[in-house]
């Protein structure tokens, strides 16, 4: 099958199929004598696996280390589980990044009353420019918690 169907048939773009091809995510291609790569069901399957791991906002060395499970389906099971493990203290970390954001965000707006010309939120940028206190208030937090 040629690399326009195995993008149909996985809904993979076709330079993200030769950039996995790159990493070693999924297996060269063989060419044909005419030089065009060939691929074949496998691949369909292992591009369908790496979305999928993908949709799940696993990084490409995740997905890696579960290919070489995948490869090896004899080994203990363990192993998979503590990339798991991992991969859902990574998604909380960031929940809990996104949370402390949102507080500070809720903080920022709250100093805007829509009156006059001076914006107290362009003020608030301006004067501290990229320092962001990733400690909200805790007024902040009680909003925040109230919206989740």
Do not use: W
Request: aromatic share 4%.
């Amino acid at each position: 099958m040629k690399i326009s169907e195995v993008a149909n048939a996985s809904d993979t773009p076709i330079e993200t199929i030769r950039y996995y091809e790159r990493e070693g995510l999924i297996p060269e291609a063989q060419r044909q004598a005419n030089n065009y790569r060939h691929y074949d069901e496998a691949h369909v399957q292992q591009l369908s696996f790496i979305r999928h791991c993908r949709s799940l906002d696993m990084s490409l060395d995740e997905i890696r280390l579960l290919l070489q499970f995948k490869a090896n389906p004899k080994e203990n099971c363990s192993e998979v589980n503590h990339v798991i493990d991992n991969h859902i203290q990574h998604v909380r970390d960031r929940i809990e990044s996104l949370l402390k954001l949102e507080a500070h965000l809720t903080q920022l707006r709250a100093q805007c009353i829509a009156e006059g010309g001076n914006c107290a939120i362009l003020e608030h940028l301006e004067q501290n420019g990229t320092n962001f206190d990733a400690r909200p208030t805790d007024a902040c937090l009680r909003s925040v918690k109230h919206c989740t």
